[in-house]
Structures are given as structure tokens and as C-alpha cells.
């Protein structure tokens, strides 16, 4: 087991009908901003809910945060900040809606360009405003963790920063704020929070037993619930175990410990940079493609995920491997969601510009071994097509 | 799944030689308290690391605390705090030293009779002097949780109590640290870690699947390393394991949004209080009778338990059950801990004082439907002869 460090003060408060809450959680007299993405906040209730829990506060709202946050729109609401004096952050969405506010709540008070707290990812960090969040799309972890993914769309940047100061206080977890979702964004939701275990699981062994199999349990809780939440929308207890799985599959907590890998991350976030590509969508094309160029120096955890995972136990190795990947394959496009990047229009003539941007983002030496080199992101590209 | 709240601000710090990180992790300038044990934290070294991680700052010592830790031992603690003005406390120990100080730490400023502390299971307490732990027992989860067991001598009573205020505020986990404790108590550690994720663990489905699958993931750990602790001492990965799994056992991770037992602690409370019998040792008589005699409230559960832990799929659903409540005592006498307490010297002569404080104790519905009344009980308690 490797050594490590881990501290996660964010309260969450799970369940139906918690969001009356936010009168306890958020402080007397705080003079709040409510950061949201589209409209269906307004349409579905919630923000309305929302209101009535911050009782006689002082609120206001900022809504249009885009589903790839941008660094453009999201010093807009610096600047509504500045201007009212705003003390406390509010984010209702899902996890473009609290990167963002992540973002917004580093930069209010940043002595500098804020566009550095990217650039540094998160190193320049020294303070922020306090936030809570109320979760309403179950997928990236962000309502329980330290990170943040933020867009600039004058340089197609896509760039990561993570910093103790940005832990949400709280965040609010009620899974029936899930029913009036697309489908197709709780399939990115499964996918998404399936790719996040995979990236700190699927590296190499360390006798890390128990790390291993609490993400083995997400796994198989993402595997049995996937065809659940997608058939009965209102199904609380099926959202309830996504919700949470989704929670715990990038808090901090199986990751502690053990190696991560993160370049099927680093490579899907290029493609939606570049292309407007759902996230999930990216990472559904590259996970599959990226295991299998991998295979040797991954052999091991590969043979570990094709059994506990997939119940596969007879074959050669390779060929239990080989299952295993087509597994995973097979269970994303089970939820609607295509795994081939010809499927969203990319073909071998887009990989050049891919490459590129990863060059001039840093992205050189990815992986738990760092040496997924730009060749080693050549060939994922390639037999991700 | 059940709602719940999650909160847990502990800092975890894990790996070898990390007590040198003592001197990040203490405030600068704070007039520090180390409480301790017996002398072996002396003779193996550790409490001179400690003192070398501390630097420059104001140290006292204060051992001596008992393995079930005293309310008259620990005001002890609390007069020399008042006396010397000292603002923080660092438990090195297992979890008698950490109880007791989270007693302590709560007792320092308490506006009353601090055993009220225990009476109002921590109700009363607002406010605690700041604390971190050196582990050097894994066993009771203490150090990354909010509550506390205290004795009190004259009144032989074993209290629990629960704040927010008593979260360590980072506990270091070095597993070269448990080296060199005996064998008996290592054993016991894996007991204690063991039961407590039964507490958890072992009642009734409420579809919470990550949480069935984390806590089995825990027991199917201490399965497999309980004979490899034993074994080798200075087997790191083994102790490393050991150490993560009896911390995640009991930080209330596994219990949020599921129901809970703990009858099985309850009635070993008294064990322990009237007759001296190890903490663990008490759990391990108590709980494979706990589970005979509430098999049919536990029988889906117990089914589960027999099929996932102990890989029990053949007989009837009534064998599969014994075999699995059989395992597990064969799992305990693996360790070398006797599971009936007849072996503790005890005869079914002994049951009706334990009756009698259960009943002073106000434990008189126990259990996560609150039918273990004192008949249930005693009921246990013959089983466990």
C-alpha cells in the first residue's frame, strides 16, 4: 500500500425532500449567489425550492453556466459578486454547475489574473469563498471533492485545478431531484462515474485489499443499476445507489493509497475541447481503447477486473482480458452511450489537432507510469476510432 | 437506503514514518499534552519520536491511562491541563488512550459535572479542546470518529458518548507502529474491527448496495489477512491493511443510509465492566450468540453474509445460516480468541447481574428494530456459555 493523506470535510445530506435543509446548513445572514446551468432548474422547481430554504437571505441568481464550464462566463459572476458584495456560493446542478462554482469562489478574491488558478492547477490558491451545493445530475464527484474542470473557450483550454480551499461545506444529495433528467445524461452520469473508478483501480497491485474492493463495489453496483436507472426514472432507491456511488467513486477515499492513472481523463478532455463532445461520451470511446493498448503493463488489474467484475474465469489470459474490455464496451453502449469515436463523427484525420493540444497542455507523460507518451496517445486515439 | 448525514473532517495520515509530520500537523506554538498508555510507548521509542516530531513546542506527559479508560483516571488529565494551560492534546495509543481523550478534551471547559458528559451521550457538549492521535493499535476506529467509551470505577458503568466537537482533528497511522504489540491484542483488534462492521452491516436489506458491498469488502479483508497479522509481525502490507480496514470499519462510512445494531457492544459493555474481560473478547462470545438467537430478524442478511464472506451456496437457507455463525466463531478461535464465556470463567450464574446493569443502564430496547429487550438478552447470554 502506498502512503497517503486523506481529508474530506464536506457534510453531505442525502435523501428525499433534504433540501429544506439549506436553512440550517447555510449561516444566518449570508448574503448568497445561486449559480445554476439552464432553465430546467427554474422549470422542474427546484430553484423555487431552493429559495424557500434560504428563508429571509438575501439571494441572488446567475444561471447560463454552460455544461463545459467556461472561465468567460463564469467571471461574469465574479464580477455580480464583486459588485453585490455576495458572501456565500449556492451551486444547484450538476458537476459543470459546482466546477464552476469551485472556480468562481477561488477567483473572487484572487490577487491576479484568476485565469493563473488554472494555469497552476490550483497551486496559487489561497483562499476562496465558502459554498454549498444542491446535486441535482449524479456523475462527476464534484459535490464531494476538491477538484475542478474549467474551460477557456478563446484558447480551447480544458484544464484542471484542485485545491483544500474548495472542499464544499455541504451538499445536498436527493435523489429525486434525478427523475427529470434526459436519459442520456444519466447514461453519461453511469459511464462517467464508472471511468472515475476505473482511472484509480485499474493501474497495477499494491496490496491495497481494501481500496481494491470498495472499488470493485462501485463497479458492480454501476454494472447492476445501469439497465435500473434507465428504465424507471422514478425508481428512488436505484437513483439513490447511483447518486451515492457516483459520490464515492471520486472523493478522495479509493484512491487513498493506490496508484491512478487519469490519461483516459487527460485525452477525453482534448476531444470535447476540441469537438463539443459530452464528457462521458469522450471518456466511453477512450477507457476501452486505452485498456487494451495497455494491456501488458495493466495485466494484472485487467485480470482482477475481468473476475471480480465480470465473473470471468475460464480462458487464457488473454482471452479473459480481451472479455473483460469488450465487457465494459458492451455495458456503455447497453446504455445508449456509443463507444467508438467514428460514432461522433471523428475519424483518423482528427487526431493530429488531438495530439497537438495535449502537447501544448503538458499532457506528455500521462498515467500511473507516466509513460503514456504522445505515441502512447497516438495509439489509444487510433484504436478508439 | 435511508437518509443520512456524513460529515468527517479527520485528517488522515498513513504510511511509515510519518509521526515526523507531527511538527505540520500541531499548531506552532501550542502547549501540548501527550496522553498515553503503559510504558511500552516509552521502552519501543515512540513517545520519543513524538517528542522529536513536536520541535520546539511545550510538552507534558500523562500516561497511564487504562485499557477501558477511567472517568477518575482521565480527571486526572483534565486537573493538570487546567493547572499548566495547555491548549492541545495528542493521544499515542489504541483506542482506551483516544476515547479517554476525547473525554478529556471535552471535560477541560465543561460548565458542570463532566460525567454528565457520558450521561447525556455527549448532548451536553459544545466545545473541545483541539486534538490529533499517533495510532499505534488498529481495533476501534476511534481516531477517525466522533465517539468515546469511559468507565467509572465506583459505579463500575462502561457510557458512550458522541460529539461533532471530538473528531480528531488528524490521526497519523503508521503500521510499523503495531510491530511490536503482542499478539493477543492484535488478535483482538481484528475482532473488534470485525464486529463492528457486523454491527453495521448484519441487520436488514434497505437496498443500500455500496454500503453492503464496502462493509463486505472489509470483512473479506480481515478474513483474509487475520492469519497473516498473526504470523508475521512485520509483514507491512498485512499490518498496512489491518490498519486502513479497522479505521474505514467504524468512521461512519459503511453506516450512513443503513440501519444499525451495536446490541451485541451493549451487552459486552457490562461483560467488561463487571468482570475485566477484553473488549473484543466480550464481542467474540457475545456475537455468534446474538446472531443464533436473532436469526429469523436477520435472515436475509444472514443469508447474504454466508454467500459473499464465506462463500456458503449450498444447503438449505436454515444450514447455510449455521454455517456461516459457525465461520465466523471458527474465524475468532483462528485468532486464538474463545468465543464462549464459559472460557472467561463465566456460568450461567453471572447472567443475572448483567441483567440487572444492562437494566440500570437504560439498555432495554436494543438492537435495529429495538426488540432486544432484557429477555432477548439474557436469552444471548446463555447462548454465549
Redesign the interface.
Known sequence: ????????????????K?VSRLDELVPAGARVLILYGGESARRNGTLAEVRAGLGQREVHEFGGIEPNPSYETLMEAVALIQRKGLNFLLAVGGGSVIDGTKFVAAAVDYPGDPWEIMESHGATVHRALPFGTVLTLPATGSEMNKGSVVSKKATKAKLVFASEHVFPRFSILDPTKTYSLPLPQVANGVVDAFTHVMEQYLTYPV????QD??A???L??LV??GAEVMAKPDNY?AR??LM??AT?ALNG?IV??VPEDWSTHMIGHELTALHGIDHARTLAAVLPANLQVRREAKRAKLLQYAERIWNITEGSEDERIGIAITSTRVFFESLGVPTRLREYGLNAGHIDEVIAQLEAHGMTALGEHEDVTLAVSRQILEAAL
Open positions: 500500500m502506498l502512503n497517503f493523506d486523506l481529508h474530506n470535510p464536506t457534510r453531505i445530506v442525502f435523501g428525499a433534504t496490496d491495497g485489499r481494501v474492493r470498495f470493485e463495489g462501485l458492480q453496483t447492476e443499476i432507491d439513490a445507489n451515492w456511488t464515492l477515499l487513498a493509497g
